[in-house]
């Protein structure tokens, strides 16, 4: 994928270069030809019209905003995330056209859309997140175009930050702490967490009233948490969880290592790492097992990856545990994996672990022996784990998974996915055409009209086989 953007690229800077040397006359003509057929670039070239007017151009891109916040068509799911795509373009369209032209103007119009948010929140179903994350892509307009402008140092704007996001009733404004770094220098971030570090000290104090509330507490770290990241100081969000939480539970010890992890500090993540922690130890191990590889504990190393791995049996578990033993030793590692395989309750489990090993075969025949135990509705490990086994000639093995996965949607009634499962029953059909032995299975005819019996009232599944 990557090669051919390359590749396109390489294509488009030559197209323009042999476009550089023509008349304006005949480039005009063209751009008049694309206008006309393509409206996005009909508002392009009207939008370019105006560069030498920051103040007709920002009322032009105002009316859209407004338009927007006028609207009292709610918005579906899919219409939705459409609408989310349409905000982050046009704040784009803002930074590439405007912001270099006004920055003050481009401010402004980033601020309004801000606090517009509630406005696209309440008029939306926004399952997706698009329109949280143009309201978090906003957020970092607003920094870069505050930072653009030539008076932002006496302009209040550790003040103006500190008031959008104690005012944000939908956590996507927190983007202007986490990007905070792309306005604020490092004394501009502490002073800013001073003021959210405030707001807790208010918190705990209130916390001793008849009705005692945890919201202020939470909110206020929250906030010097993501501002701790914008620093990439873990110590400063750790001594603000323990402010309200002196004997941390799991969750913040883990939260606690992992930032202290990704700031490459693995000596401090140790220190959060210890004891048992119960339903969650497989994540304390895995910590544990980043923490050791950072500080080159080889031995400490092994004996956690080879503990995920007797632990969950997963072959990315098995590769890693591996990779960290002496080349002599691998293998008997192999050895233990494929006994491991084997003994899985889980027969998907069992299979990529066997695949993992290089030992196709095995992977097909432990499909074959435990078909009816494979749980179908897991198709997330099924679907590859079948184009796996067809790309290595293991049909039957993956005859089995798809018709694992195929019984499963029929059997739940799950019509949303009936289009997925008419797919497969293609091509089971395509597969049994090279297949000339099904050896313990059921032919693919016996098997096709098994369903149909079983399954044969389900006509919106069997259209779909028609059409």
Not at 184 to 196: I, S, V
Not at 226 to 253: F, G, H, M, W
Not at 303 to 313: E, I, N, P, S
């Amino acid at each position: 994928m990557a090669k051919k953007k390359v590749s396109a690229a390489t294509t488009l800077d030559k197209r323009l270069d042999a476009l550089r040397g023509r008349p304006k006359e005949e480039l005009a003509a063209l751009l008049a030809e694309l206008a006309a057929t393509h409206p996005e670039v009909e508002e392009r070239l009207a939008r370019h019209v105006l560069a030498a007017d920051p103040a007709r151009l920002a009322a032009e891109f105002r009316k859209r905003l407004q338009t927007w916040k006028r609207s009292r068509r709610f918005l579906w799911r899919s219409a939705a995330a459409a609408f989310g795509r349409a905000l982050e373009a046009w704040l784009d369209e803002i930074e590439r056209e405007l912001l270099p032209l006004d920055s003050a103007r481009a401010h402004i119009l980033a601020d309004a859309f801000l606090r517009s948010d509630e406005r696209f929140f309440e008029q939306a179903d926004d399952s997706d997140g698009a329109i949280g994350d143009a309201i978090r892509a906003g957020c970092q307009l607003w920094l870069r175009a505050a930072k653009a402008q030539p008076n932002r140092e006496s302009a209040g704007w550790i003040d103006r930050v500190y008031a959008l996001v104690t005012a944000d009733e939908y956590g996507a404004r927190e983007a202007l702490l986490g990007h905070g770094d792309l306005l604020f220098d490092e004394a501009g971030l502490r002073a800013l967490a001073g003021r959210f570090e405030a707001d807790l000290e208010k918190a705990l104090k209130a916390r001793g009233a008849a009705e005692r509330r945890e919201d202020g507490v939470y909110k206020a770290a929250a906030a010097i948490g993501l501002i701790a990241d914008a620093l990439r100081d873990p110590d400063l969000s750790t001594r603000t969880t323990l402010r309200y939480s002196p004997e941390p539970n799991v969750l913040q010890k883990e939260r606690f290592a992992e930032r202290y992890l990704r700031y490459g500090r693995p000596a401090d993540a140790l220190a959060w790492l210890d004891g048992h922690w119960g339903h969650r130890e497989e994540g304390r191990e895995r910590l544990l097992a980043e923490a050791y590889a950072a500080l080159g504990e080889t031995a400490r190393l092994l004996t956690v990856r080879q503990a995920l791995f007797d632990r969950t049996g997963s072959p990315g578990d098995f590769e890693a545990w591996r990779q960290s033993l002496a080349l002599a030793d691998r293998a008997h590692a192999a050895e233990v994996a494929r006994e491991r395989a084997k003994s899985l309750d889980d027969a998907i489990a069992g299979a990529q672990l066997l695949f993992a090993l290089e030992d196709d075969a095995a992977a097909e025949a432990l499909l074959l022996a435990r078909q009816a135990n494979l749980q179908g509705g897991d198709y997330g490990r099924l679907v590859p784990l079948a184009q796996a086994l067809e790309k290595k000639g293991r049909l039957l093995g993956t005859i089995v998974c798809y018709r694992a996965i195929l019984v499963a949607v029929l059997a739940r009634a799950y019509a949303r996915a009936y289009g997925h499962a008419a797919e497969y029953l293609r091509a089971l059909r395509r597969l049994d055409a090279q297949v000339d032995d099904y050896a313990s299975l059921p032919t693919h005819q016996a098997f096709e009209s098994s369903i149909r019996s079983a399954h044969g009232r389900k006509v919106s599944f069997w259209n779909r086989i028609r059409a």
